[in-house]
């Protein structure tokens, strides 16, 4: 896949930590999911089609990626394949950002030993969430930045934050060294915009005339 991830993705983030989503006519806009989806193998097969139609493929103008579809998408290429369906985090996007939240008793094993003494007094029915925001950096690139880790809705103080992703982003050099940044390169002529609901991907050319899709 040509849609390169040039850093350790969503699923770290949450280390920060690691339907075919329905695609809208121009101008249409696509409803929020009445719950948080979830991260799934399937899922990351409909965003990579979607995906590809715009930035490699070039036959669509723009797609619209349920979000955790794109979650599960940025974890597969992280090379979690098949991205397990029994992951028990919830996917949430809204147009401010990604929401990745579990509680404890339902993390991953790697992702418990990667809180650790964030975790330590806690229950474990506490629900700890990620907080991710999609900047955009410069033409061909986008940034997603770990804002905050929220511990029950509070957010866990930076100087507990900051040296706990320090380690992160050792342990993952696709990561900035903050360990809160993923670097996502897309077309020159690409954008990516988180809407209610999902990614919104799109090409500011036009899609290659002989290949429009009816």
Not at 63 to 79: K, N
Request: glycine share 10%; charged share 15%; net charge neutral.
């Amino acid at each position: 896949m040509r849609f390169h991830i040039s850093a350790g993705a969503i699923g770290a983030l949450l280390l920060a930590t690691p339907g075919l989503g329905a695609q809208a006519p121009a101008g249409e806009t696509v409803p929020a999911p009445v719950v948080p989806g979830r991260l799934s193998n399937a899922g990351a097969y409909r965003a990579a089609a979607r995906v590809d139609s715009v930035y490699v493929e070039r036959v669509n103008h723009q797609a619209f990626v349920e979000g955790a579809d794109f979650a599960s998408y940025l974890v597969a290429r992280l090379g979690v394949r098949p991205v397990p369906d029994n992951l028990a985090i919830d996917v949430g996007v809204d147009t401010a950002a990604v929401t990745l939240s579990s509680q404890v008793q339902q993390l991953p094993p790697a992702v418990k030993a990667a809180l650790g003494p964030a975790l330590m007094f806690l229950s474990d029915e506490s629900v700890i969430a990620a907080d991710i925001a999609l900047v955009h950096s410069q033409p061909g690139m986008v940034r997603f930045h770990l804002r905050s880790l929220l511990l029950n809705g509070g957010a866990l103080p930076e100087a507990l934050l900051a040296p706990l992703m320090a380690q992160v982003g050792a342990r993952y050099p696709a990561l900035t060294s903050t360990g809160r940044d993923l670097l996502v390169a897309i077309p020159e002529d690409g954008t990516m915009r988180l809407e209610q609901g999902g990614v919104r991907v799109a090409i500011r050319g036009k899609p290659a005339p002989s290949k429009v899709r009816s």
